[in-house]
Each structure stands twice: as structure tokens, then as C-alpha cells.
């Protein structure tokens, strides 16, 4: 369980988006409200074929038919960081013992640079948020276990489509709104479970 610390500031980020805590996987919110983020892969409908589309099309009617639950499609996209990619390559390269490999890993670098120099690159990742709400009542054994159902339901529709789909660790889900809201900060200092068991509360946003 990762339980997050307590913002007293009027007007926070925290405060106007209603997070508890995430456990075993499962984001938690006011008002006994669960929410279970699954990472799914895209599709490009572009490149198939007349029969492949028609046939993508049928399978995603028939998927949101087999839906028992609202679901939410969350997409976002960010800047890659290609400055952390390079130094990446400069480590490999400095580690390099074959000299064609090294000017190879050279070149690349240098190919690299001139791409994108004046162009952000940008990366889509695709997520599916999975509700539950039981105002009545505030068992979260009985809201993961409703949870899991659904994910199941969905994960195996999706794959009929041809995507590849996953659910969030906790950590995931954490990291998927550190990164939100402190974009800088989460490029210098990733979240880790390490940083975590330091601190025993997490001030994420």
C-alpha cells in the first residue's frame, strides 16, 4: 500500500483530483470509489487492408457490446527525453571494445542529434481506467475482485483487436501521476519503491 501524504495547501493538485492511496494495484478515491488503469498497445488501422479494417471494426463493435462497465481511454502523449538516449549511447560506446562498433555507435549518435535537432519527438502511450463504485459500501476486497472481472473481460476483448494490454502495478499508477505533475522532477529523480520505503508517504503531486 502506498498511501499518500496528506496536502494541507488550499487549491492543490491533490486536493482538486481526490486520490487516497493505490493498493494492491488499485487507485483509491473518495466516496469508496476504485479504479483499476490498464496500458494498452495501438493499433494502426492505416495500414491494413480493406478486409483486415472491416474485420477491426466488427471485433471492436462486438468488444464495446461485451462491456459491463464504463471505461475511460486515456491517451497521452510526451516528449521523449533523447538528451538521457544519447548519454546512453555515449555509456555503450565508452564500453565498447571494437572500434568499428564504436564508430558505428558514433554515427548513429551523430544521426540521432541531426534528427531531431529543432523537433520534439513525441511518444503515445494508451491507457484504459476500469471503475468501480459502491457508495453503500466500502469493502475493497469486493471492489478488487469486481475489478479483476472486468479486467479480464476487457484484456480479452482488446486482444481480439490485435492490441497488447496490461495492468498497472501500483507503482505504475504512481508514477503515472508523478509524472503528470512533476514532469521535471520524475526526469531527475524516477520513482522507485526504494524512494518510497524511504520516505513511507509519497508528496507525488
Excluded at 496500458?39 to 487492408?49: C, G, I, K, P, R
Aim: hydrophobic share 40%; no cysteine.
Amino acid at each position: 500500500m502506498f498511501p499518500l501524504k496528506q496536502i494541507k495547501a488550499k487549491g492543490s493538485a491533490r486536493s482538486q483530483i481526490g486520490i487516497r492511496e493505490v493498493r494492491d494495484d488499485i487507485l483509491i478515491l473518495p466516496g469508496n470509489r476504485y479504479r483499476a488503469v490498464l496500458a494498452a498497445s495501438s493499433v494502426n488501422f492505416e495500414l491494413q487492408s480493406e478486409a483486415e479494417q472491416d474485420a477491426l471494426i466488427d471485433n471492436f463493435q462486438a468488444f464495446l457490446n461485451s462491456l459491463t462497465t464504463p471505461i475511460q481511454i486515456l491517451i497521452r502523449v510526451r516528449a521523449l527525453d533523447i538528451e538521457q538516449y544519447l548519454e546512453n549511447l555515449t555509456s555503450e560506446r565508452a564500453k565498447e571494445e571494437q572500434k568499428i562498433y564504436r564508430d558505428q555507435l558514433k554515427h548513429y549518435s551523430n544521426f540521432i542529434r541531426k534528427l531531431v535537432s529543432g523537433n520534439k519527438i513525441l511518444s503515445r502511450r494508451f491507457y484504459i481506467v476500469i471503475p468501480y463504485e459502491n457508495k453503500a459500501a466500502s469493502d475493497f476486497n469486493i471492489a478488487k475482485e469486481q475489478l479483476t472481472l472486468e479486467q479480464e473481460i476487457i484484456i480479452k476483448g482488446l486482444e481480439k483487436l490485435g492490441m497488447k494490454v496490461s495492468p498497472l502495478k501500483s507503482l505504475e499508477i504512481l508514477d503515472l501521476f508523478y509524472s503528470f505533475y512533476n514532469p521535471a522532477l520524475a526526469k531527475s529523480q524516477p520513482l522507485s519503491e526504494v524512494i518510497i520505503g524511504k520516505t513511507n508517504e509519497l508528496n507525488i503531486i
